[in-house]
């Protein structure tokens, strides 16, 4: 157990929809990593957060957005879903000053149908 | 080109055979490089971490890094079932926004 939770563990939504996937990190872990990791274009970095601040961006879509909130949780949120966004989705954390080392959660299967 | 390429496999060994895993990039920016396994519907975890150039061993794991050729390497000795997963090898540059390049993963079968 890596200590990052995510929820939901599976998600189903049609197209055109809009989705939350929430993370929660690593007891004092201030850095938050969304990655989306697909067959065709494998783990792919979106975004990172750190204390709550934007601190770099990735290969996100304008669709998607995501904060960190005061207690360092992070949401994720997709909309205008379309069926190119079914892909697992992974939140990962990091101890200041040692960024390589992620700890990742269980992932968010997201199927859009 | 992909900044990181990895050889795709799928890689299948009987136990207790040594496992070599590669990975080639392009950008010589990079300094820090990793290993991570991913078990089937898991996250990736963290295996070896490496700053630029050299050797670091770890139990049954030796992680090597080429940075004139631009190449690294895992190598897995006296390979078990339980090693049965996905590699992914993963680099990023210096400097503060440290996202990870990930390879593409080799899919690795141990069988008993």
């Known amino acids: 157990d890596s200590g990052v939770t995510q929820t939901p563990k599976h998600l189903i939504t049609a197209t055109g929809q809009r989705v939350t996937l929430r993370c929660s990190p690593r007891s004092g872990d201030l850095s938050v990593y969304w990655y989306q990791q697909s067959l065709d274009q494998g783990l792919q970095f979106l975004i990172q957060?750190?204390?709550?601040?934007?601190?770099a961006k990735g290969n996100i879509l304008e669709r998607f957005s995501a904060q960190q909130f005061p207690d360092l949780h992070s949401e994720l949120n997709l909309s205008s879903l379309e069926l190119g966004d079914s892909a697992l989705y992974f939140c990962a954390s990091s101890v200041a000053g040692e960024e390589g080392k992620l700890f990742f959660g269980s992932g968010t299967q997201l199927s859009v149908l | 080109q992909k900044e990181v390429e990895q050889d795709p496999g799928p890689l299948s060994v009987p136990e207790g055979a040594i496992v070599s895993l590669n990975c080639t990039y392009s950008?010589?920016?990079?300094?820090?490089f990793m290993w991570y396994r991913q078990y089937s519907r898991k996250g990736p975890e963290l295996l070896m971490y490496t700053y630029s150039s050299g050797n670091k061993e770890d139990g049954r794991f030796t992680a090597q890094v080429d940075k004139s050729s631009k190449y690294i390497s895992l190598f897995i000795r006296d390979s078990q079932p339980s090693d049965s997963a996905t590699y992914l090898c993963?680099?990023?540059?210096?400097?503060?926004?440290?996202?990870?390049?990930f390879g593409s993963g080799t899919q690795l079968t141990v069988l008993p």
């Open positions: 957060y750190y204390n709550g601040e934007e601190r």
């Open positions: 950008n010589s920016a990079f300094q820090y």
């Open positions: 993963a680099m990023s540059l210096s400097g503060s926004a440290r996202q990870l390049t």
